[in-house]
């Protein structure tokens, strides 16, 4: 699959064990040609007789036409250190979502390391939760696109577009806010927002930046939902027509659609782009809020809606919370256990510890005057064990410290304990 971006072909790979986005700058020794002749070894260029190919570091091939121009670099030994902090979140998904989620949030406009970015958005959607309740049905990329159309963006692909046209609405209220210049530009010239937001929106920019600025807004976008999408469209509607100097070259409709269409490699750059988004103070509530005025607009204009869609979900922790994934949650094991048939005895009375029963008893015993002599050791440690309502086998009826049988378990049981010692489940403590 060829990838295909601008008018020069990749740079050669930077000094200083940077990753240039090559596989072959992952080979240590050779020298820019031999990387050269490394990259076009078995490739489908040189089958074909074409001209010689390079490898990006998202792994399509890029010809000599095909380059987006300079990549953002990322050092090999922090590409590692990313690697392994995701691979510890990966393995600890839920803990970290519910922990640590701003934490998540911000590696994810880092940039997800490309060697787990596919399993990392199938954690963020909850991808992942749908295939393991669906086994055997689709793959894992299926999963993650229904999630996009139920989640993300439900209604966007149905039929007359209406959610389209209603975040186009709310889309043009926002940008008053954030960019007054260019939307009574638009305004004056009565451009509806379908006309540049429609692809935008609906293909979540994939068809409109760079791969490496589109892989950076998806990272966000699994993480955050749909007010990335929001943000990236007012940052480029900001920059294209924020100011009267880039206006200029806008004086009627068809050349403002024109730039729209066009827009300057500059402001769709990823690190750029990425670092206006993060930037950028639009909320989850303000999109909300703006969704529900324009929605009451959209009654009043044209009736209800036709498309009765469910409430769109903002980010991997309401998706989360919404679909909880089927692991189990942990709960505390006591190290007491009864056998399955055995009846759990009702705790009564305020609970005392296995030492202060001990002593009450043989306070009682010296007072009755039936106290002979200390129990032997091993007497004493059957008693801990038990909470001293396990009586040694040699201990005679009339002792104080003797239980009837009818009111307890059977002598001979190897589960056989007291009624103080489960108290622990419900305290959550043992006393052993």
């Known amino acids: 699959m060829a990838k295909s971006h601008g008018e020069n072909g990749p740079r050669a790979p930077a000094a200083g064990g940077s990753l240039s986005g090559t596989r ?47 990549l953002e670099e990322v050092p090999l030994e922090v590409l590692r250190q990313r690697e392994s902090k995701w691979l510890d979140m990966l393995n600890n998904w839920d803990k970290w979502m519910a922990k640590k989620h701003k934490k998540i949030r911000l590696r994810c406009q880092k940039g997800i390391p490309p060697s787990l970015r596919g399993r990392a958005w199938q954690y963020l959607s909850g991808g992942k939760v749908k295939l393991q309740q669906n086994p055997g049905k689709f793959d894992q990329a299926f999963w993650c696109l229904v ?3 139920e989640k993300y963006l439900p209604g966007y692909y149905s039929e007359k577009l ?3 046209q209603l975040d186009g609405e709310i889309l043009f209220s926002l940008l008053q806010k954030v960019s007054p210049v260019a ?28 791969w490496s600025s589109v892989l950076r807004v998806w990272d966000m976008f699994f993480c955050e939902g749909v007010k990335i999408i929001f943000r990236v469209g007012l940052v480029l509607l900001k920059h294209a027509l924020g100011s009267p100097e880039k206006l200029k070259a806008c004086q ?45 607009r959209w009654q009043d204009t044209r009736g209800e809606l036709q498309c009765h869609s469910p409430p769109r979900l903002h980010g991997a922790k309401a998706i989360l919370e919404a679909e909880p994934g089927p692991w189990p949650t942990l709960q505390p094991s006591p190290s007491i ?7 759990l005895p009702g705790s009564k009375g305020k609970y005392k510890p296995p030492k ?31 909470g001293d309502a396990c009586p040694p086998r040699d201990v005679h009826p009339k002792d104080p ?15 056989h304990c007291s009624q103080e010692s489960l108290t622990s489940q419900e305290s959550e403590d043992t006393y052993l």
């Open 401 to 415: 410290v003797y239980q009837d049988p009818q009111d307890s378990a059977p002598q001979d049981s190897a589960y």
């Open 147 to 149: 999630q996009i159309c």
């Open 252 to 296: 009627g409709q068809y050349e403002t659609i024109e730039r729209l269409r066009s827009l300057s490699p500059k402001i769709m750059q990823e690190a750029f782009l990425v670092q206006e988004v993060v930037e950028l103070p639009v909320t989850e509530r303000q999109i909300e809020r703006e969704h529900l005025i324009q929605l009451r």
């Open 24 to 70: 072959e700058s992952l080979a240590p020794g050779p020298d820019a040609a031999a990387a050269d002749e490394l990259s076009s070894l078995g490739s489908d260029s040189e089958a074909n007789g074409f001209a010689e190919r390079r490898i990006d570091k998202f792994g399509f091939i890029v010809g000599s036409q095909g380059a987006e121009g300079a």
């Open 337 to 343: 256990r009864l056998p399955p048939d055995a009846p």
């Open 183 to 210: 939307h009574k530009h638009l305004s004056q010239q009565k451009i509806d927002p379908l006309l540049y937001m429609t692809e935008w929106f609906m293909c979540a920019f994939s068809r409109t930046l760079p």
């Open 162 to 164: 209406e959610a389209i």
């Open 356 to 386: 202060q029963v001990q002593k009450e008893q043989r306070k009682q015993a010296k007072a009755s005057g039936q106290w002979d002599k200390p129990p032997t050791p091993s007497q004493a440690k059957v008693a801990a064990a038990a």
